[in-house]
């Protein structure tokens, strides 16, 4: 497919067991089928790096108790079996709190969970938003959560599928927003 334009996309993921990355590089797969040019960054390389670069941020982490991370959170996930090095730094939670206000850029956001209940109305992507909105971002896309099989993965079945075609959604609604409709 041609797209006229070649729009940016920054992906950031927050991983523990690694499930995280794996949604994060299938919705990268479907944003670059959708025609954008990506960064994809793990939280700890993503400092310094300035969103407004981009015309689109995608965020994505896992949900811990209901929420973003914490560096308590971070080290019940190493006592449960996550790499002692997956704790060190930063998480989203402390990388999205460095934003400058200020932005009109696109957002959307995504977690992973064990809860199958799809649209749980407490988890990491919501409160994501909820926080990076607040600066000045705005959503392409309700809060998206991928189901794992238990703390520790793997994925659902389909799961990576169903991120990949959700990573094309968000690159034709990114299109739509900010491509003008030619004039026949
Ligand atoms: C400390 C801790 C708290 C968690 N709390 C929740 C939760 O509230 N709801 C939920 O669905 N999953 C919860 N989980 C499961 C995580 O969402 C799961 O480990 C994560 O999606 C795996 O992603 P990762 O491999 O990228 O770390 C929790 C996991 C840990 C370690």
Redesign the pocket.
């Known amino acids: 497919m041609n797209h006229p334009v070649q729009l940016r996309a920054l992906v950031v993921?927050?991983?523990?067991?690694?499930?995280?990355?794996?949604?994060a590089r299938s919705v990268t797969e479907g944003l670059v089928e959708g025609g954008m040019d990506v960064t994809v960054l793990g939280v700890r390389d993503a400092a310094g790096v300035d969103p407004s670069d981009f015309d689109l941020l995608v965020v994505g982490?896992?949900?811990?108790?209901?929420?973003l991370?914490r560096p308590g959170?971070?080290q019940?996930?190493v006592r449960?079996g996550?790499p002692a090095a997956?704790a060190e730094g930063i998480g989203l939670r402390e990388w999205i709190a460095t934003l400058t206000p200020g932005h009109d850029h696109l957002l959307a956001t995504f977690?992973?969970?064990?809860?199958k209940v799809r649209h749980?109305p407490?988890?990491?992507s919501g409160r994501a938003a909820r926080l990076i909105t607040r600066r000045g971002f705005r959503l392409v896309s309700r809060p998206t959560?991928f189901v794992?099989t238990?703390?520790?993965?793997d994925l659902v079945d389909g799961e990576t599928e169903r991120a990949t075609a959700w990573g094309r959604l968000l690159a034709v609604e990114t299109h739509h927003r900010l491509t003008p409709v030619p004039v026949s």
Do not use: C, Y
């Not at 238990?150 to 993965?153: A, K, L, P």
């Open positions: 993921f927050e991983t523990m067991f690694g499930n995280t990355a794996t949604v982490g896992p949900t811990h108790a209901f929420s991370s959170t971070r019940d996930a449960q996550a997956s977690d992973t969970r064990v809860t749980l407490k988890a990491a959560g794992v238990d703390i520790q993965g």
